[in-house]
């Protein structure tokens, strides 16, 4: 059996696909994740790599790995150039006998000695990967990635990825990229008020509670989807939360009591799905004059949900009157918790046939 290794490197995730082929299909697919903050310990992403796939690959060795990254974003290096050559180096070290193919923005696979010496063309491309599988499999749709920390909003149609924006900082001026998710989000860059005892209080922008202590209280996520760490290193259980939710006002749980803390909850669920909301309307926007040209509404694309905050897209594309597709349901839940990893394994799969 050939063993294809897709990676997905972020700054807080690390994920991993393995796909086993047997001439040229796909007899089995496991995808894995690990919540590791690269600025605490960057020198440890070799041994950490080596680790996720040694549990996966039980005497076959690799034919080829294919990666995709947005940890070179981090502040613990100084550009995206030294972010980048970090992270392939760390890939090489850790497996110097496995051919390496570097997904990059435009869709094709590149050398490492080439995305190191033309970087930009490299950082930040998960999005593409995902994007590029789902042209093949649905043709036309908007891909609605939420995940841990951002949105990705990605048109395509016929097809063919209409994105506008190529990087982070073109993506955040078109609304296809919103950093906003469903864990790692500070409650305070969600609202500036929230309703207590019948009327709106502003908050405190202190890092009290993050977006997943609100969805761990609605019961949307469960504890051990709560990978990043607490903002008070207490506990992720439902009752840990409202405690850090309730200091976002400068109150505290006694005080306010559950009922009132749930309300505060809900009303900044809300407001996050109004955030994704009006990103999608800027990307639907833009998007209406060519499918108009073509099918004649955007209403005729569904949205294509996934990642662990999929939740939250289902809301808003509701919210526009939108189809929406759940690839949990038609991939599977690890599938959508790390689409680009498994995404980028099976575009290289194609490439290597």
Known sequence: MKVIIGWDIGGVNTKVAFL????????????SS???????DKQGLSSLLRRMALSRIQGDRPSAMAV????????????????????????EEAFPEIPLYVFSVDGSFVSSLEAKEDPL??????????????????????LMDVGSTTTDIIPILEGQVLARGKNDLERLIAGELAYSGVLRTPV????????????????????????????????????SDYVCPTP???????????????????????????????????????????QITEA?????????????????????LPAIA??????????????LGLKVIDLEKEWGRDCRLATPAFAVAHLLKDRIR
């Open 34 to 40: 690990e919540y590791f903050e690269i600025w605490r």
């Open 306 to 319: 996934t990642g662990l905050g999929s939740f939250l897209a289902r809301r808003s594309v509701e919210r």
């Open 280 to 300: 999608l309307s800027q990307v639907l926007s833009a998007l209406e004059e060519s499918y108009i040209s073509l099918k004649g509404s955007h209403q005729d």
């Open 20 to 31: 086993g082929l047997r001439k040229g299909k796909i007899e089995e697919a496991t995808i």
């Open 188 to 223: 305070s860059a969600l609202v500036s008020k929230v309703p207590v005892g019948g009327r709106m209080c502003r908050v405190s922008s202190e890092y009290f509670a993050i977006s997943g202590d609100v969805y761990i209280i609605l019961g949307l996520i469960s504890e």
């Open 121 to 142: 063309r490299v950082a930040a491309a998960n999005w593409m990967a995902t994007a590029l599988l789902l042209a093949s499999r649905y043709r036309s749709g908007l």
């Open 232 to 274: 008070d290193g207490r506990g992720k259980d439902p009752g840990s939360a409202r405690e850090r939710l309730a200091r976002v006002v400068c109150a505290d749980a006694e005080m306010l009591g559950p009922e009132s803390i749930d309300q505060m909850a809900i009303y900044i669920m809300e407001r996050q799905v109004q």
């Open 68 to 91: 995709t990254m947005t940890a070179e974003l981090s502040d613990i290096f100084c550009t995206k150039r030294e972010g980048v050559a970090f992270i392939l180096d760390s890939l």
